[in-house]
């Protein structure tokens, strides 16, 4: 079976294990497809296709990453990596999509914020080298290293 076939199916068991979800036919009458279509899938008889993918995101509101839908990130299932009390907030009927956005958005700051002190690190890291060169008798000319006779 097709990696992407394999995702769908754990697509649907996350589904199911959330209660969003109930049997095959339930799933295909929310994404817009025949029941045979989804068995078909699920047992690696036809291959998922793009719009298959986007339109089972679609019905569950956007909640999957879709590079992981496709195959292309391996560890990233759904679009925000939450812990478990605000995963359980998420699964949630009730949940406002506003509170999910505004959890992303931290996360997301939150990763920016290291890389950039990544940045200072490695800029530090960068000059006490050109100090190291410096001191010990080499010349730093347009990014290369000239030693002195």
């Not at 998420?90 to 509170?99: A, K, M, R, S, V």
Request: glycine share 4%.
């Amino acid at each position: 079976m097709e990696l992407r076939n394999q995702i769908f199916v754990q697509a649907y068991d996350w589904l199911r294990q959330n209660r969003r979800v109930g049997n095959q036919s339930d799933l295909a009458q929310k994404i817009g497809v025949g029941t045979n279509t989804v068995s078909n899938i699920m047992r690696g008889k036809n291959r998922v296709s793009d719009k298959t993918l986007q339109q089972l995101n679609a019905a569950f509101d956007n909640c999957f990453n879709m590079n992981w839908l496709r195959g292309e990130d391996s560890e990233h299932m759904l679009v925000v990596d939450l812990d478990k009390s605000e995963s359980e907030k998420y699964n949630n009927p009730g949940t406002n999509n506003d509170e999910i956005v505004k959890i992303a958005l931290e996360a997301k700051n939150e990763i920016i914020e290291s890389l950039k002190r990544e940045i200072v690190a490695k800029d530090e890291i960068i000059i006490m080298l050109k100090d190291r060169l410096r001191n010990k008798g080499d010349r730093y000319d347009n990014n290369c290293i000239v030693s002195e006779p």
